[in-house]
Nanobody
Framework: QVQLVESGGGLVQPGGSLRLSCAGS????????MSWHRQASGKERELVAR????????NYADSVKGRFTISRDNARNTVYLQMNSLKPEDTAVYYC?????????WGQGTQVTVSS
């Protein structure tokens, strides 16, 4: 059974940091491009960061560039999102995605709330 399970979300003050994790199982993790998306209340889902399967090429939304870092550990079937200098605008449900050719898998999401 294919699963993507996010963890690491929570409540943090502006300027703080969180690290999200997404653990995959039931598929060949290493061949999939992995990405993080987020959806704030009342807004559309947006791409936050993506990392390629083999070469490790990354790309980021302009709003998070320089603050967030995506990485992956294929030996552990896990992708991470390190989030620093968090802002209230980062508040959203964060979703993990795995993509290969015509196949997409999604996690259940983890809530990140940035508030004082």
């Amino acid at each position: 059974q294919v699963q993507l399970v996010e963890s690491g979300g929570g409540l943090v003050q502006p300027g703080g940091s969180l690290r999200l994790s997404c653990a995959g199982s039931g598929f060949t993790f290493s061949v999939y491009a992995m990405s993080w998306h987020r959806q704030a209340s009342g807004k559309e889902r947006e791409l936050v960061a993506r990392i390629a399967s083999v070469g490790g090429t990354t790309n980021y939304a302009d709003s998070v560039k320089g603050r967030f870092t995506i990485s992956r550990d294929n030996a552990r079937n896990t992708v991470y999102l390190q989030m620093n200098s968090l802002k209230p605008e980062d508040t959203a449900v964060y979703y993990c995605n795995a993509a290969y050719r015509n196949t997409d898998y999604w996690g259940q999401g983890t809530q990140v709330t940035v508030s004082s």
